[in-house]
């Protein structure tokens, strides 16, 4: 038990507004939002709102049921979780105040640099800036009662798990070891962390540079300032400059580095001196102490820039005082005027709570850099100020396959500052960003076109065009893309399966250019670019190429074009052939033209026999994935490349298949651990939160450049989707329960609805979909050949 009176969870500031605007949110009422939600019967409880049932923790838990995570992780390794932040952040801010259990300044345990991990009992510190994986981020502040060591040694403190609460814009968690409690809180551009001591004459703060080190030096009694060493402005957009100011002067100080004269075990490896105020070097720090009495409170703010005054002046703006309640409550309405966008009705209390916490990590990304009016460093370390609200770039391979379109549904006006700042980026740098070994930036710029949302579409599509023609461009293997109208791959010696990262991806990097160029296709058309349309059109078929039908699945070719051999389509060959999946999971991956796929799998029935295997064999691959958890049968759920397969029967006439495993999905593969913080996978900036909110909503954009939204099966009685336009599109699954997962018929604004997908047209001016459920399978409904979504093979209707 703690001494310490109980605090609120509720906090912190906005992203799209100014602060002084966001000060103001904080003093309104919360509006409607949140029904009624009833237990025990029928007695009502007071009105729960969508703020207070997202928890930022979900995510930060590895699934733990061993048929869901197959053969991972390697030995010596921990499990893939969604490698989510539990910190307090706003919306797409770039600062995030998180706590960190991982010591990555050591090694990467999971190959990415995330901050915390929920199986991990010890924490090393906190830091006040960062990304979404922000297991770097500088400077590291932790509170340390008595004796305390140098990193990369780090103080570590046992937590009690207990009294670990987040919620949108803050964290709370008691450190046991030091019997004191940490609360992190945050505007668009500072943090703001509160320390409660207990009783002692060695209450200390420890702030560091991470391994890279840098320059520390304590200004006076209450301010530290930094600059870290080795920062590229575009890796640093806030920049590499930090100030923390503290709410009482320090009884005590002094300065700390790394010895790396003196490298090596005990003592000589640490350079500490009291009262020394500037320090240089790897792992430079301060430490600070304080005389506390029990319960006392210090408080330390934070800020970044590119330069100490930039920091400075950033803590003025939007941290003027200590009102910490008055930031979180600030940070709380930024959150619950996002969450007031999408009101649901019905389902549990957890599915509500997994609902709204990954709508909450759906804005995880694109990173808000600067506000219109506000300098910012560019991709060429240019400072500029922006013409609009600037943000970094879009993990497109990741979050371009279904969060982007997320926000085209409830924030257009920012999904066209994105793709402003994606079109400054293409010309400063020459090219449109990309992401991994796709060229997705196409799919934000078609899909925001048929949905309507104005833009110099001509301006975009010159750099687009120049990234799918230029061999010396970002596409790899170009060249060989457009001459063979395939990617070969070169068979490494022993034909290994994982982990071998060295090679081309050529089968899945040929599907992702073949649906790339569909998409670049469609933009060319809509310009009148008639001869680049078709170029782009007959590109599009590529995928063929990779096509074996003598095995029925997309395999590898090396130079001559022979097809690889040996070859399994159970093993997740990660760089070889495909990218991080096996064969049966790479199949799928022609969400532009699924009819053609079809065609290639021998016909409908052909087609369903094959879906319905890759859903039912059993997964035992020989190679370790480290990526491959959260599975049903050969599918991945914990991964990008198959995540749109369960939608697929859509196109073969059983949609009620569909409705089947996205229950399942939902409900085995999100929360079912000890925890129930569990994901499937990593959750890539947002993007494995995305699909579960669109499928828990009822729909799922299978190819986001296309305007169409598949429908699948809804886990709640109602939705509201307040649209970005103000228009509402309601979803009202009737009779609905926890049995009745199939749909039965539906109707669209009162008109009756045989098909299993709806476009953006609509639903663009408001509508209403109404889904009857039953408890076994309508086989008619959605079953015609002519209610097919629309696939490149077919021409629209």
């Known amino acids: 038990m ?60 590895p699934l733990d049921r061993q048929v869901l995570i197959g053969n991972a992780p390697p030995p010596g390794e921990p499990l893939y979780s969604g490698m989510t932040s539990p910190g307090a952040s706003l919306p797409q801010s770039s600062t995030e105040a998180t706590p960190v259990n991982l010591n990555v300044d050591l090694s990467y345990p999971a190959g990415v640099g995330m901050s915390y991990y929920y199986p991990n009992p010890t924490m090393i510190g906190f830091t006040g800036g960062g990304s979404t994986y922000g297991g770097q981020a500088s400077p590291m502040i932790m509170p340390v009662v008595g004796d305390w060591t140098v990193p990369p040694d780090y103080a570590q403190s046992y937590y009690d798990k207990a009294s670990e609460k987040a919620s949108p814009g803050y964290y709370t968690v008691d450190l046991a070891t030091f019997r004191t409690r940490v609360e992190l809180t945050a505007t668009a551009r500072t943090s703001l962390m509160r320390f409660t001591f207990p009783a002692s004459h060695r209450s200390n703060v420890i702030v560091n540079l991470r391994r890279p080190g840098g320059d520390v030096e304590v200004v006076d009694d209450h301010t530290i300032r930094g600059v870290t060493a080795g920062r590229r402005p575009q890796r640093d957009p806030d920049g590499s400059w930090f100030v923390a100011e503290f709410s009482r002067p320090f009884a005590g100080f002094g300065t700390f580095r790394a010895n790396r004269d003196q490298e090596g075990y005990g003592i000589g490896d640490a350079d500490v001196q009291q009262n020394r105020r500037t320090v240089s070097g790897s792992y430079a720090g301060a430490y600070v102490t304080f005389d506390t009495k029990a319960g006392e409170q210090v408080l330390v703010k934070i800020a970044h820039g590119h330069s100490a005054e930039e920091a400075e002046q950033r803590l003025r703006e939007e941290d003027p005082d200590w009102d910490f309640e008055h930031l979180h409550s600030a940070a709380r309405e930024a959150w619950a005027q996002v969450f007031s966008r999408v009101e649901v009705t019905g389902g549990t209390p957890k599915q509500r709570m997994l609902f709204y916490s990954t709508l909450y990590h759906s804005f995880a990304s694109p990173r808000l850099i600067a506000r219109k009016g506000d300098r910012f460093t560019d991709a060429d370390g240019r400072v500029q100020v922006a013409a609009h609200d600037r943000y970094g770039p879009v993990p497109f391979w990741d979050t371009g396959r279904n969060q982007v379109t997320l926000l085209m549904l409830l924030e257009p006006d ?3 500052d994105i793709m402003r700042s994606e079109l400054d980026r293409a010309r400063e740098r020459g090219y449109m960003d990309t992401s991994f070994h796709g060229d997705h930036a196409v799919f934000l710029y078609d899909g925001a076109w048929q949905r309507g949302i104005p833009f110099d579409y001509a301006a975009a599509y010159e750099y687009l065009r120049k990234n799918a023609t230029d061999p010396k461009g970002p596409r790899s293997y170009l060249a060989e893309y457009m ?45 009148g670019k008639t001869d680049d349309a078709r170029m782009f059109l007959r590109r599009a078929a590529n995928y063929r190429h990779v096509f074996d039908p003598s095995v029925g699945f997309m395999r590898g070719r090396t130079a001559d074009g022979k097809w690889i051999s040996p070859f399994d389509p159970g093993e997740p060959y990660y760089n ?53 958890t959260g599975l049903i049968g050969q599918y991945v759920q914990g991964n990008q490349p198959d995540q749109q397969a369960a939608y697929l029967y859509a196109w073969s006439g059983q949609p009620w298949k569909t409705q089947a495993l996205i229950h399942r999905i939902l409900a085995e593969l999100y929360g079912s651990d000890a925890s129930g913080y569990g994901f499937p996978g990593m959750d890539d900036q947002g993007s494995t939160s995305s699909w579960y909110v669109l499928s828990a909503m009822g729909f799922y954009p299978v190819d986001p450049s296309s305007p169409d939204y598949v429908i699948g099966s809804p886990i709640f009685d109602r939705v509201r989707l307040r649209m970005g336009n103000g228009k509402i599109f309601e979803i009202v699954a009737r009779n609905n329960s926890a049995r009745n997962i199939y749909i039965q018929s539906a109707t669209l604004d009162g008109k009756p609805w045989t098909k299993p997908w709806f476009s953006h047209a609509d639903i663009a001016s408001g509508a209403t979909l109404v889904l009857t459920m039953g408890p076994e399978p309508n086989k008619a409904w959605g079953a015609d050949p002519r209610d097919a979504p629309p696939s490149m093979s077919v021409e629209r209707p």
């Open 414 to 416: 920012v999904v066209q």
């Open 2 to 61: 703690h001494p310490f009176p109980a605090l609120s969870c509720h906090r912190a500031s906005s992203i799209r507004k100014h602060v002084a605007q966001v000060f103001a949110l904080a003093a309104l009422a919360l509006g409607t939002m949140g029904a009624v939600h009833a237990q025990g019967g029928n007695t009502p409880q007071r009105a729960i709102q969508a703020v207070d049932e997202a928890n930022p923790l979900v995510g930060t838990a």
């Open 483 to 527: 001459k063979n109208g395939w990617i070969a791959d070169i068979v490494p010696p022993g034909n290994p399966s994982p982990p071998y990262a060295g090679g081309k991806a050529g089968v899945a990097t040929t599907l992702e250019y073949a649906w790339d160029d569909h998409a670049l296709a469609d933009i060319a058309r809509r310009l």
């Open 576 to 628: 070889f052939m495909m990218k991080e999946a096996s064969g049966w999971s790479t199949l799928w991956l022609v969400p532009h033209d699924v009819q053609g796929l079809i065609g290639l799998l021998g016909g409908r029935t052909a087609f369903n026999a094959k879906l319905d295997a890759f859903f039912s064999t059993p997964y035992r691959a020989k190679g370790i994935c480290r990526d491959c």
